[in-house]
């Protein structure tokens, strides 16, 4: 497992870490109706923008996290915090 302030780092990871739990986006912090998101903070574009990731051996969660960026505005990328429990991986 790997706490990450940015999913940028994700395909650069060894396959040993099978949870990235990251920030930083905002989820786009403003997402336009019928367009989507105004620009993205990862590198990555729409591939980390929010949400659970599934990518063969890996599950990586970005959050979107309470604050705003550069703009101290929200629209359409609603603030959240998650809980996650975790316990032994599958199979183990």
């Known amino acids: 497992m790997l706490f990450a302030h940015s999913p940028d780092v994700v395909p650069r990871l060894p396959p040993r870490f099978g949870l990235v ?53 929200r629209y359409g990328a609603v603030p959240d915090w998650w809980m996650v429990t975790l316990g032994p991986a599958p199979g183990r």
């Open 21 to 73: 739990l990251a920030g930083h986006t905002r989820c786009g912090q403003i997402v336009l109706p019928l367009v989507g998101p105004v620009a993205s903070s990862s590198n990555y574009g729409e591939r980390y923008r929010c949400g659970v990731i599934r990518e063969p051996g890996r599950i990586t969660l970005v959050a979107a996290g309470l604050g705003a960026s550069v703009l101290p505005l």
